[in-house]
């Protein structure tokens, strides 16, 4: 059984370019989460994919959207990078809707 | 915005000792939630009680929930150097606490 997996785990943009960020579930999780992580900070929550439907949305802009495929992956979209984007972006599977999270290591995003 | 705030920020302690964290809540909860994050790295999660829990054990992990209070606390027993890392509450699956940072000195 593998674990949760982002890709890349780092990655350089500059302002206004328009970024996707991967993770692909652990088996059998059918719930997809994505969190922005600022440096010193707790993780904030962007959006809940269940079952290819968004199921909850975080204080976070359009411009942040998602997608979740029928394998249950999912795939993060940022655009019109701002330099504030820059920040660890983490992804997090779980087999229900209610219980714990399995978080992936993560993709370092630095927007120049 | 986080919901949860963790209380110390940071926490600095000899191995062997135990260490306590705090966490205050804003919004009524089914269940609170504790992980821990090393380096920058992804988080684990360590454990979770429900709102009609009051108290759950987890090897040397004890958490404690008051919902009349709306705060719950993390302790930790017989601390390692292998615990040093930050630590962080979340109300269900969505919001996160600013965390607090355990420093575990050999």
């Known amino acids: 059984e593998t674990g949760v997996t982002q890709s890349p785990t780092h990655l350089i943009k500059t302002r206004g370019q328009q970024v996707t960020l991967r993770c692909s579930s652990q088996s059998g999780h059918n719930t997809v989460s994505w969190y922005q992580q600022a440096l010193g900070q707790g993780p904030q929550f962007i959006f809940q994919?269940?079952?290819?439907?968004?199921?909850g949305r975080g204080n976070f802009p359009p411009r942040f959207s998602g997608l979740q495929f029928p394998n249950y992956s999912s795939e993060l979209n940022v655009n019109a990078l701002e330099l504030d984007d820059s920040a660890l972006y983490l992804c997090?599977?779980?087999?229900?809707?209610?219980?714990?999270?399995?978080f992936g290591p993560g993709t370092r995003l630095t927007v120049l | 915005s986080q919901q949860g705030e963790e209380d110390p920020q940071a926490l600095s302690i000899q191995e062997g000792e135990n260490a306590t964290m705090n966490c205050s809540y804003k919004t009524s909860i089914n269940n609170l939630q504790w992980y821990r994050q090393n380096s920058g790295r992804g988080l684990v999660h360590l454990i979770l009680?429900?709102?009609?829990?009051r108290e759950k054990h987890s090897g040397r992990l004890r958490v404690t929930l008051d919902t009349s209070k709306k705060s719950s606390s993390l302790l930790i027993t017989a601390s390692r150097a292998a615990d040093t890392a930050s630590y962080f509450c979340?109300?269900?699956?969505?919001?996160f606490g600013s965390g607090t940072k355990l420093n575990v000195k050999p």
């Open positions: 997090a599977s779980s087999p229900r809707q209610e219980g714990g999270l399995f």
């Open positions: 994919y269940y079952r290819e439907e968004e199921n």
């Open positions: 979340a109300e269900g699956k969505f919001y």
């Open positions: 009680i429900r709102s009609n829990e």
